[in-house]
Nanobody, 115 residues
């Protein structure tokens, strides 16, 4: 089992920044892809960004150029730096980790972008 604990959500103004982190623990051998999904009000959950253990990244078109996903393999932690935030980025952000074809999820952290 892999446990994921997110930190860093909260309130930001439009144009502002927030940084999320997610630490993995437990049976983490073989943990490959890590990243973030989000689910906004009345919307389906969508992939925001993913990074493999080798450092390859994938981003949703809506966040390209504004968000950066990074990873510290020594700390088993993935980060999401969110800049130039927009109200439509308001959502619950869920960390995930992929291991042997199984996705593990954090509990989610709320990000609210509002003036």
């Amino acid at each position: 089992q892999v446990q994921l604990v997110e930190r860093g959500g909260g309130l930001a103004q439009p144009g502002g920044s927030l940084r999320l982190s997610c630490a993995a623990s437990g049976s983490i051998f073989g943990l490959n892809g890590m990243g973030w999904y989000r689910q906004g009000p009345g919307k389906e959950r969508e992939l925001v960004a993913e990074i493999t253990s080798g450092g390859s990244t994938t981003y949703a078109d809506s966040v390209k150029g504004r968000f950066t996903v990074s990873r510290d393999n020594a700390k088993n932690t993935v980060y999401l730096q969110m800049n130039t935030l927009k109200p439509e980025d308001t959502a619950v952000y869920y960390c995930f980790g992929s291991q042997w074809g199984i996705n593990y999820w954090g509990e989610g952290t709320l990000v609210t972008v509002s003036s």
